[in-house]
């Protein structure tokens, strides 16, 4: 082996380090967000996060936040189970590295759906 090539093995190594790093330390952020979501208040007000995110909206929003408010209301229990069991599914993934890319896209789109709907 020449010298570039394990100074190129020992560079990769550093980097698969960090990237479990920064993968373990979303994975703790996440699991202590799981962990409320757990909490019996986090279902008494799941419909009034939406109700809240959407008072001070810009009017062309209106119809998007009208639309989640219609869709969870009625189906509540479902819609606090559902994001308790994903949120917890990504903290376990991020935290054991099971199934990565799968992981991380799943965790970019509901991360999507959350901040554009309950976090306004």
């Given amino acids: 082996m020449t010298a570039e090539s394990i100074e190129e093995r020992r560079t990769l190594g550093w980097l698969i380090v960090v990237a479990a790093g920064v993968r373990a330390a979303f994975g703790i952020f996440v699991a202590s967000d799981a962990y409320l979501k757990w909490q019996p208040g986090f ?3 799941y419909a009034g996060y939406l109700q809240n995110a959407a008072n001070g909206q810009p009017p062309w929003l209106g119809p998007w936040f009208h639309f989640w408010i219609q869709l ?29 890319r799968l992981t991380y896209i799943a965790g970019a789109l509901f991360s999507l759906l959350i901040w554009s709907t309950a976090e306004g």
């Fill in 72 to 100: 969870v209301a009625p189906r509540v229990g479902f819609f606090v189970l559902a994001t308790r069991l994903i949120e917890t599914a990504l903290a376990i993934g991020l935290l054991l590295g099971i199934a990565r």
């Fill in 43 to 45: 279902a008494a007000h």
